[in-house]
Nanobody, 126 residues
Framework: QVHVVESGGGLVQAGGSLRLSCAAS????????VAWFRQAPGKERDFVGA????????SYADAVEGRFTISRDNADNTVSLQMNSLKPEDTAVYFC???????????????????WGQGAQVTVSS
């Protein structure tokens, strides 16, 4: 199995930027697609974006399309989530998740991911 840990959360003003990182250890990281989900207080854990094993394909939720970018460095066992033009509604705990799938597949459903981090708080003030 693979173990993932998020870092880089914090407090930012609306319109600002933050970069989250997901560091992996354990099995060969390039065998895993990786996604970011987020959960606001009292709400469901929602899909944010995902990247396939090789980093050639990504998928984003409509709410973040054009503002957030996912990238990965398999040599460094990391996936990053660059968040720009942040809005107060982006406030949530952000989770990194990994799953072992076919190389070109980009899973977007929570049920498809088996390995989860503990989460990183992102707070956007208005």
């Amino acid at each position: 199995q693979v173990h993932v840990v998020e870092s880089g959360g914090g407090l930012v003003q609306a319109g600002g930027s933050l970069r989250l990182s997901c560091a992996a250890s354990g099995r060969t990281f390039s065998n895993y697609a990786v996604a970011w989900f987020r959960q606001a207080p009292g709400k469901e854990r929602d899909f944010v974006g995902a990247i396939n094993r090789g980093g050639s394909r990504t998928s984003y939720a409509d709410a973040v399309e054009g503002r957030f970018t996912i990238s990965r460095d398999n040599a460094d066992n990391t996936v990053s989530l660059q968040m720009n033009s942040l809005k107060p509604e982006d406030t949530a705990v952000y989770f990194c998740a990994a799953t072992n799938v076919d190389i070109y597949y980009v899973p977007t459903r929570r049920s498809e991911y088996y390995y989860w981090g503990q989460g990183a708080q992102v707070t956007v003030s208005s």
